[in-house]
């Protein structure tokens, strides 16, 4: 029978299935069609549990969103032509933020390119503007390498998306198992070489005491760090480091968490302060683009000394740094540590800026604290966030992992949302993409099975996503998302009189949806638990069912819809 077993055949979907298995995927996500149906089933038959979406799109941010998570490369498979195309969003959305990602898709028979094949289109080129390596298997036997050195280039350097295309005639090709297992094991073979050579990194000795000189000496120094240092797991050396020398600390966005929100040094509140007074910056796996105001005057003090450390030397080319550090986070923040060893810089009893930061964090956090603590009904965004809030911390630990997008509800969820552990917060990310919602639960859910995953979502942000809902109930994942329902994006109509003339003055406002939407009953629809809240009570009801339940759960929150601001908190950019 072992004899039988090694001459049968399998064809370019199992071998593709088997080749992910045995180079360490366990999730794939994606969307099955021609042709590549039996290579989700074969992926799954070797282990590799195949996720299955209703649109590419929130696939790939699923994708994306797992890299971070774990990582190791998310993997999103897409049916050829359309289907890639909209694969593309997620292909891109882990390249602009860095995240490892494989994109894997079927494409037309080679024989037929060019005579307008079904499905047709050139799909290297149309994934290579957004992809670090894009690669095409001409036969089956070529498959376990590609593989293997695909999901290899993800990680690499700064993380980021690649893609492999496997035409369908490809898929259909045949080999025995013991070719398949010989061709598997050489590239396993092949690629454990390549990353057992020693990376060549320039020494970063002299670098590591210079950064400790300039902290050292500094007298507003500043620690920063952002989703580099998260993906790179440094919490504990960023820790330590914050710790041991008593520096003020920021997090980006999804840096929160790699040291606590709660901590006495979070400078979060203070922000303004603590990057327009900083003398030197330690900047941290986080880019200095427009989430940190480029690093330049008025936000930032022009004579401020960057310290940046970035696994990707082309980012301290770019950014002309004071001092560039190229390196892992975690080993360059480990070797900081050692050379400051324990010499406190801070720490004193009554340092002036250490001073000044908790001060201003104290006002501005009672500030907001006497915001918060009121209840309004109708609905503004501060109220129901407080809730979620204290609902997600009386979560304790593993602290629940909050997936957020929307202009309001995101920016105001920013403040108010606690994040204790690390890589507990997805968001629109470096490019504000909004869709994201649902794939991100998705992904979070079966890459943390020991997490509640809760999304906080506005109306707009959901409604991309939305029918990856059913997705949630086929899978029966523990997640619960909360749609912040005003009505539309920012809100009821906020055009002005000038923009009321004209044909079509008596259409709906490009930003406004069907007023008091059922959200819930979308998911009701599927057979999952949906909530309607229009008063605190009725929040704090739902939240504690659903998070008990850890079952799929639509909490639809009516929000007033003159609560939010035009684009949030980005007003200067519409
Ligand atoms: P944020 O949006 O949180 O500011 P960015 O995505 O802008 O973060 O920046 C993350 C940076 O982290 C990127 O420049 C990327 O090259 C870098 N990075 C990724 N992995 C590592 C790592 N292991 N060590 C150091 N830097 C890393």
Redesign the pocket.
């Known amino acids: 029978a072992a004899e039988t077993a090694l001459t049968a055949k399998v064809d370019g979907s199992a071998v593709a299935g088997l080749a992910l298995a045995a180079a360490g995927s366990r999730h794939m996500f994606g969307v099955v069609g021609i042709p590549v149906t039996s290579l989700a089933s074969r992926a799954a038959a070797a282990g590799v549990r195949f996720l299955a979406f209703r649109n590419e799109q929130s696939a790939g941010y699923a994708a994306a969103a797992y890299g971070f998570l774990t990582g190791t490369p998310g993997l999103l498979l897409t049916v050829s032509g359309p289907g890639c195309v909209h694969g593309l969003a997620g292909l891109s959305h882990a390249t ?3 995240w490892p990602l494989l994109m894997v898709s079927g494409s037309c028979a080679q024989s037929d390119v060019g005579r307008g094949d079904f499905q047709e289109l050139d799909q290297i080129a149309a994934t290579k503007p957004f992809a670090k390596l894009t690669v095409k298997a001409p036969s089956i036997v070529d498959i376990p390498r590609l593989v293997f050195q695909a999901l290899a280039a993800t990680v690499a ?3 980021g998306g690649c893609y492999l295309d496997i035409p369908s005639d490809v898929l259909h090709q045949t080999l025995t198992q013991s070719e398949a297992d010989a061709l598997i094991a050489a590239a396993a073979a092949d690629s454990a070489a390549s990353s057992s050579a020693p990376p060549k990194h320039k020494s970063l000795d002299e670098g590591i005491v210079k950064a400790a000189e300039l902290l050292h000496r500094a007298e507003r120094p500043l620690v ?11 919490e504990e050396t960023i820790q330590k480091l914050v710790d041991t020398t008593g520096i003020p600390f920021l ?5 929160k968490g790699v040291v606590p929100d709660s901590h006495p040094l979070s400078a979060t509140a203070a922000r303004s302060l603590a990057i327009g007074q900083c003398d030197v910056a330690l900047i ?6 427009w ?2 105001h480029f690093g330049e005057p008025p936000k930032w003090s022009k004579d401020v000394k960057f310290i940046l ?4 030397e082309d ?1 301290i080319e770019l950014r002309k740094p004071h001092l560039g550090l190229v ?6 923040v480990e070797l900081i540590n050692r050379e400051i060893k324990d010499q406190p810089f801070c720490l004193a009893r009554s340092h002036p800026w250490v001073d000044a930061i908790t001060k201003k964090s104290k006002d501005n956090v009672l500030k907001m604290e006497a915001q918060l603590a009121k209840d309004v009904v109708p609905f503004n965004f501060m109220t129901p966030l407080r809730i979620i809030r204290d609902a997600i911390l009386a979560e304790g630990s593993p602290a629940p992992i909050v997936v957020s997008e929307g202009a309001n509800t995101m920016d105001v969820g920013r403040a108010v949302l606690v994040q204790n552990e690390p890589r507990t917060r997805l968001d629109a ?2 490019w504000g993409t909004m869709g994201v919602g649902l794939g991100y639960c998705i992904a979070a859910a079966v890459a943390e099975p020991k997490r509640l995953v809760v999304a906080v979502e506005g109306d707009s942000g959901f409604g991309f996503s939305a029918m990856e809902v059913e997705t949630l109930v086929r899978y029966q994942l523990p997640v619960v998302v909360i749609v912040f329902n005003n009505n539309g994006v920012y809100g009821g109509d906020r055009r002005s009189p000038e923009e009321l003339t004209g044909p079509y003055k008596d259409d709906p406002a490009p930003t406004s949806f069907v007023p008091a939407a059922g959200y819930h009953k979308m998911m009701e629809a599927f057979g999952g638990k949906g909530y309607l809240a229009e008063t605190p009570d009725e929040l704090k009801s739902a939240l504690l069912e659903s998070f008990r339940a850890r079952k799929p759960a639509v909490i639809n929150v009516i929000i007033d819809p003159y609560a939010g601001a035009e684009s949030g908190r980005m007003q200067h950019k519409n």
């Open positions: 602009a933020n860095a350097g700064r993380p920063v760090f952002g989703k580099g240092a998260a993906y790179a797991r440094a997090p980006t966005p999804m840096g941290v796996g986080a880019r200095l683009n989430l940190l450390v970035d696994v990707n980012e390196g892992d986070a975690k080993r360059v990310g470096t």
